[in-house]
């Protein structure tokens, strides 16, 4: 089966709202003992923790919240001694899409035409990461531990998907780069496994 990018990134992570870049880092009450916490993704890679108040029956109450997670539990802290629920939500990112809560995935485009046999790119730890440009291996490659921190300390992987991208005058040599059972979707629809495990209660 085949299918477009365009169709499946849209997939990966619906949490990641641009258009929410607005509200980063701020605690929002998003309903009856619920609230929502929008971050960076360079921030959820890193571990990171945030600080915030939370207003409980006439006190305020502060927490230190990880944001590596995607929902927090605080049994009986809510309004009526009912759980508060904190939905953490990333924020679309330029680069990076985030996948199966622990994965990532990151699109690079490679001029079709090129005779490097390597390329490179800077991770968000600032790790020089090195590509083998040789067309015999797949399009899409996978790192471990190049991934968002699991709750055991472990991190998941780094998917990348490379593009070759044609010159105007290129589109022969590009068709041929590649084998054709070599289909990226085909990987990317087995990498799409969603599991919500990344949850935590206090």
Request: charged share 30%; no cysteine.
């Amino acid at each position: 089966m085949n299918i477009l990018a365009d169709e499946i990134l849209p997939l990966f992570d619906d949490d990641q709202l641009s258009e929410n870049e607005s509200k980063i880092n701020t605690l929002i009450n998003s309903g009856f003992n619920e609230y929502t916490l929008y971050v960076n993704l360079e921030d959820v890679y890193h571990r990171k923790t945030q600080d915030h108040i939370i207003k409980v029956n006439g006190k305020n109450l502060e927490y230190n919240i990880p944001i590596f997670y995607h929902k927090i539990v605080l049994s009986g802290k809510g309004h009526n001694n009912q759980d508060l629920i904190i939905q953490i939500k990333t924020l679309k990112h330029e680069e990076y899409y985030r996948l199966n809560n622990y994965d990532l995935l990151k699109r690079i485009q490679i001029k079709a035409n090129t005779s490097d046999i390597t390329d490179s790119f800077s991770h968000l730890n600032d790790e020089e990461i090195v590509i083998d440009l040789d067309p015999r291996l797949s399009r899409v490659r996978r790192i471990p531990d190049r991934g968002l921190s699991r709750q055991n300390g472990t991190r998941g992987y780094l998917y990348l998907w490379l593009e070759f991208v044609p010159e105007v005058d290129e589109s022969i040599k590009y068709e041929n780069r590649w084998a054709e059972s070599d289909d990226p979707d085909i990987y990317l629809l087995d990498i799409l496994n969603y599991d919500n495990h990344s949850n935590i209660i206090l």
